[in-house]
């Protein structure tokens, strides 16, 4: 008996410490004052203190429901944070702000991006700069001349290794004139691109854009974009399609190929992808409907992480995340620290609306790599 415990405490052990190292540090439940928190991103300052900002709904829920953009931090490499919100960007738009991206810059600035949302048929991304460790922000500028409805999701800018600054957009064409009215926006959106080379200061937007080639009710929407090990960029849309749509770049996203479906199968539900550090392999966090877990059909669940080593053509390792049937997981905030990764995303269930509790996990990187079901 002696001879078993101390073959088998090692094991135990390792899966003690396995399973700490996945862990919900943070929920921000919605209240009556708040009844939504959702779509956030972090950035980690140079004392080493992590911020995190996300959108704060007052007075509704809803997508044009009143918004302003706060945050939190950690300083123990987001295993604790702080629980009272400071706002950082008060609403001074039509409807809201929201749907943040925070990026360190070569230069050493943090860059911050929102939407400006005035009304259905007018919605542009915005830019600030801060040059004092996000105490102050630069005064706002549109990303987008155009007028129109554009979208810029939550956690989505890059930063290239030569340092152009790319930023996946879905674009909505406006059906009527109406802004107050939901009618007159076309929820079938197309791909966009723009970029800078200036680090923010001016943009571009790309040559090519497309249209999902296929009957649908979604379009190519919430797109994303990565920068592969080779230089390639790799870019990813939601569908209506049952799966993710993808693209390529050779030059740096001033041209796109027509989007196919890639291996990712999953709901009408954004996923988000980062490069692993020091490594070329793509970490990919989305509901996951290969059948490789149970779920039910066209709900945002499961969640699951998943490592690509061929540029996101293929994924192996997934690891099972979020499984509750009832659940509502989407919008994912990616951030990795010395041993983990944070994943920041909306955490619903059948008591809480699918977009209204925000969720903070920490997963060591360990567990996120480990080759088992």
């Not at 003690?16 to 950035?43: C, D, Q, Y």
């Not at 959108?55 to 604790?80: C, K, M, N, W």
Request: glycine fraction near 8%; hydrophobic fraction near 40%.
């Amino acid at each position: 008996m002696r001879f078993l415990c101390a073959l088998l405490m090692p094991l135990l052990t390792a899966s003690v410490l396995l399973a700490v190292e996945n862990t919900v540090v943070v929920n921000i439940e919605p209240s009556k004052e708040n009844p939504r928190n959702s779509e956030g991103s972090f950035v980690t300052l140079k004392s080493g203190r992590i911020l995190f900002f996300y959108t704060q709904f007052y007075g509704g829920a809803a997508d044009e429901s009143p918004a302003r953009i706060v945050g939190l931090h950690s300083d123990d490499g987001g295993r604790t944070w702080n629980r009272e919100p400071k706002v950082v960007v008060e609403n001074k738009a039509g409807a809201n702000v929201m749907s943040v991206s925070l990026l360190r810059l070569r230069s050493g600035r943090i860059a911050l991006f929102y939407l400006l949302k005035n009304s259905w048929i007018d919605c542009r991304p915005i830019v600030r700069f801060s040059s004092d460790e996000a105490e102050t922000w630069s005064e706002p500028v549109s990303m987008i001349e155009a007028p129109g409805y554009f979208v810029l999701n939550n956690d989505r800018v890059i930063q290239l290794k030569d340092g152009r600054l790319v930023a996946s957009v879905a674009f909505h064409r406006s059906r009527a004139a109406d802004p107050k009215n939901f009618r007159s926006f076309d929820i079938r959106a197309i791909a966009m691109w723009y970029f800078s080379d200036d680090e923010g200061r001016t943009w571009r937007e790309a040559n090519t854009w497309w249209a999902l080639p296929a009957r649908t009710g979604s379009g190519l929407q919430e797109p994303g974009v990565v920068e592969l090990a080779d230089g390639r960029l790799f870019s990813w849309m939601r569908t209506d399609q049952g799966a993710q749509f993808g693209c390529y770049s050779t030059d740096r996203g001033k041209n796109w190929p027509i989007p196919e479906a890639t291996s990712l199968k999953s709901p009408v539900s954004p996923a988000s992808i980062e490069r692993l550090p020091d490594s070329s392999d793509l970490l990919v966090v989305f509901n996951d409907h290969s059948g490789a877990f149970e779920f039910p059909k066209g709900k945002r669940t499961p969640l699951v992480t998943a490592i690509s080593s061929d540029g996101g053509k293929t994924w192996s390792r997934r690891r099972l995340v979020e499984s509750d049937p009832g659940g509502w997981y989407c919008y994912t905030a990616i951030h990795f620290t010395n041993d983990a990764v944070l994943l920041a995303y909306c955490a619903g269930d059948t008591k809480v609306g699918g977009l209204n509790r925000l969720r903070i996990r920490r997963l060591s990187l360990d567990w996120l790599k480990a080759d088992r079901p």
